[in-house]
């Protein structure tokens, strides 16, 4: 971890602790606050899985498909055997009449 990664967390707090926290918006409906702090994670750890995934799923909710194409995908790079990352990847392709 260089220090700048240092320094973001110890700004932004522990990356599971936001992680949590974005989770748990994103449960209650809060979707413009769960995806601001995927994002700030984002900045963090920019290949972070659940992040990057999440925040596909918050743009698949938000009924942003190719938005929500590109970032499952990018996070699919990351965990290619992500039963629930392929399975909003799918729906998101059928949402947006995908099929290549």
Known sequence: MNSESRTST???????????????????????????????????????????HMLGAVALQLGKFDEAIASISAALQRRPDSFHALRDAGFACLLANRFD
């Not at 932004?12 to 809060?30: F, I, T």
């Not at 702090?37 to 963090?44: F, H, S, V, W």
Request: overall charge negative; cysteine-free.
């Open 10 to 52: 110890s700004l932004y707090g522990d990356v599971s602790e936001l992680l949590q926290r974005a989770l748990a918006l994103h449960k209650q409906g809060s979707l413009a606050e769960a995806s601001a702090l995927y994002r700030t994670i984002l900045e963090i750890d920019e290949g972070h899985f659940d992040a990057r």
